[in-house]
């Protein structure tokens, strides 16, 4: 019953903005931690940002000095603000979140259905 959707993507020039946005609703007693992934066409999916409970955060080579993820507990909502975007950008960015849905549950991992992002050149 737990959802994760995605907003946000779209076509977009290099050098300019997106930001994607993940809303996670149904039964939830706690986000753990939260994560955006891409994949582009004939290539594997690859982390490209994390954030843990405590606010920690992790990027890929690719994404540091670029990208930014934050969180939004009272929303249970993560964010990633893309700057800079470039062509080899282009992928469908997908969030996932740890999730424990009652006190009880064990924490799983949720997947979004994934936003498209198109960066021209």
């Known amino acids: 019953q737990v959802q994760l959707v995605e907003s946000g993507g779209g076509l977009v020039q290099a050098g300019g903005s997106l930001r994607l946005s993940c809303a996670a609703s149904g039964s939830i007693f706690s986000i753990n931690a939260y994560g955006w992934y891409r994949q582009a066409p004939g290539k594997q999916r690859e982390l490209v940002a994390a954030?843990?409970?405590?606010?920690?955060?992790n990027y890929a080579d690719s994404a540091k000095g670029r990208f930014t993820i934050s969180r939004d507990n009272a929303k249970n909502t993560v964010y990633l603000q893309m700057n800079s975007l470039k062509p080899e950008d282009t992928a469908v960015y997908y969030c996932?979140?740890?999730?424990?849905?009652?006190?009880?549950?064990?924490?799983?991992?949720?997947w979004g259905q994934g936003t498209q992002v198109t960066v021209s050149s």
């Open positions: 954030i843990l409970t405590g606010g920690s955060t």
């Open positions: 996932n979140a740890r999730i424990m849905p009652t006190m009880i549950t064990r924490d799983k991992t949720y």
